[in-house]
């Protein structure tokens, strides 16, 4: 009798651990998201140089558990200061990162790494160059907040590394 009672609580164990571990298997998920973006300068040539900036951007997420692969279009000027005679600075981004959910599924982090085309209202000047972003977000019955930080360099020699401080809201939804 006591063997068996051995047999049969090593195999309740195993299925007790092996109950808890496919519940913990969570299943792929997709989310898309918009936000409206505003921005401000953070580094020095770039403050003398433009004003605060305004945008938006609308991506995609796939992901399995709390991590989740993201890709975003976006598209964002910035005022031009009296100072600056190429005119507001136009970005048009893609960039593709990953989320890493932290706490109960609301809060992330984030980490994005693209391409950024930028031109100039009073030049035919334009380029396209690397832009990275990394910041912090929370997502709340399908709003969204993040705050991030963002670089890139501009063919204008005298702003060529531009860093802004970023704040995006909007709407995200899972799928």
Sequence with gaps: MYKNTKYILTVLVMLFVAGKTSAQFKL???Q????????????????NAYKAGFGGEAGGGL???STMLVGTL???????????TAGNLKMTTIKAGIRQYVFLGRIFLLGNLGNVKTSYSNS???????IYEYGAGVRFFGLELQATQ???????????????FNVKLGFSFKI
Excluded: M
């Design 28 to 30: 792929p998920h997709a």
């Design 63 to 65: 992901g399995l558990g």
């Design 32 to 47: 898309i998201f918009a936000n409206l973006n505003y921005a401000t300068p953070t580094n020095t040539a770039f403050k």
């Design 124 to 130: 035919g000047l334009s380029a396209n160059g690397l």
């Design 74 to 84: 976006g598209y964002q000027t910035f005022n031009n200061t009296s100072s600056n």
């Design 150 to 164: 963002t670089g890139w360099n501009q063919p204008i020699p005298a702003v060529d590394a531009s860093r802004a």
